[in-house]
């Protein structure tokens, strides 16, 4: 799970909507240009809210992947 | 009384109203919960409580209240939520007689409007979601 290296991981584990969504946007305004966040979280929609979230403001999902019931999600923060 | 109008230079635009009140717990959250997400994808967003909606806004009601009774979080844990990430509340005058409130016995950073800047408000918005 290295390849994408990120600057920050954000666990939301055991949170609901819209915790995930608020923190991430939060969290990536921490980060520079380029760099990647990794969320973690177990919220059943956070795979369709993080689609339409990075749509909406611009930064790029690069992968989401789900691994023992955990989503990952790798964003990268736009220029 | 302060302009209310979007900002025209930023994202999306999202007007949340809010018409139920105390005799209703499990429909005061949603609003907020939203608007927090809406907000969160960099969209202006504003709520506007109308008919009972701002009975949910009273300083002695936000602790006592919540969407599952005394199973979860207060209200005015979702309330800081949306505001945190700059959801703007509206209330209109008649709407504080109807409940006979005056705006002092709501929650910090209430703002009044009227009618006419609600239908503004809702006219140039991208989306208006009642409840």
Not at chain 2, 84 to 101: I, K, T
Not at chain 2, 109 to 126: P, R
Request: net charge negative; aromatic share 8%; hydrophobic share 40%.
């Amino acid at each position: 799970m290295g390849e994408y290296e990120p600057a920050s991981v954000l666990d939301c584990e055991g949170l609901q909507c819209p915790l995930p969504v608020v923190k991430t946007a939060q969290a990536m305004r921490q980060l520079e240009p380029g760099q990647v966040l990794e969320l973690k979280a177990t919220d059943p929609g956070v795979e369709p809210d993080m689609k339409a979230w990075a749509s909406r403001t611009g930064n790029e999902l690069l992968e989401i992947r789900q691994e023992q019931g955990v989503y990952h999600v790798f964003i990268k923060k736009a220029g | 009384m302060a302009s209310v109008a979007w900002d025209p230079e930023e994202g999306g635009k999202v007007l949340y109203v809010q018409t139920h009140g105390v005799a209703d717990p499990g429909r005061s959250a949603t609003p907020f919960f939203l608007a927090a997400s809406a907000a969160a994808m960099e969209c202006q967003v504003a709520i506007y409580f109308t008919m009972y909606g701002p009975q949910l806004l009273q300083r002695d009601v936000v602790d006592k209240i919540g969407p599952k009774g005394d199973r979860g979080q207060p209200l005015s844990y979702f309330i800081k939520q949306a505001t945190d990430l700059g959801v703007r509340l509206y209330v209109c005058q008649p709407s504080l007689d109807l409940n006979d409130l005056t705006i002092e016995q709501l929650i910090d950073g209430v703002e009044m409007i009227g009618g006419a800047a609600f239908n503004d408000l809702a006219m140039t918005a991208d989306a208006v979601i009642s409840f």
